[in-house]
């Protein structure tokens, strides 16, 4: 079982590989209690104990990443409703991190199921990702776990 301090600095790590202009200490300082000395420690315990490329930007090898559980949710938002919303909070209790994709207008059109995205046409995909910021926000706003949102690639890989 791994300490919940080294799970947040894991976490840390693994959300500036989403977002590089998030460092690691810095996403900590607003979220838990662990000092610079003691967060240069630790990484120093993940590297000899294999969870931590000795890197910089600091990476996760195989074995971090497999001691933290990421739940990724998608869709297009267009409206946001209670139902988003608690599928927002069920997900974020599911693992440690939460990434939530939104859908661009062109998939939701290909996807097209009863009627057009609402609000994703004329406000673009931009307007349905400062929503679910909001949501994110809001919905999340007494939990430590970390979430991003991602907007959906143009190219699928």
């Known amino acids: 079982m791994i300490e919940p301090s080294d ?30 000395d003691m967060f240069d420690l630790k990484i120093k315990y993940m590297i000899k104990n294999g969870f931590v490329e000795n890197s910089d930007p600091l990476r996760l ?35 440690d991190v939460l990434v939530v994709v939104v859908a661009r207008s062109s998939t939701a059109l290909d996807l097209l199921v009863c009627s057009l995205p609402l609000n994703g046409i004329d406000g673009g995909p931009e307007q349905a990702m400062a929503k679910m910021i909001g949501v994110a926000q809001a919905s999340t706003a007494n939990s430590r776990k970390p979430i991003c949102l991602c907007l959906e690639s143009d190219r699928w890989l």
């Open 7 to 36: 799970k947040a600095i894991l976490t840390a790590i693994y959300i500036s590989s989403l977002e590089p202009e998030i460092l690691p200490l810095e996403f900590l300082k607003n979220r838990t209690t662990i000092s610079e």
């Open 61 to 95: 090898t195989f074995i971090g990443r497999g001691l933290l559980k990421v739940v990724l949710i998608g869709g297009v938002f267009d409206i946001v409703h209670p139902g988003h919303i608690h599928t927002l909070k069920d997900a974020k209790n599911q693992g």
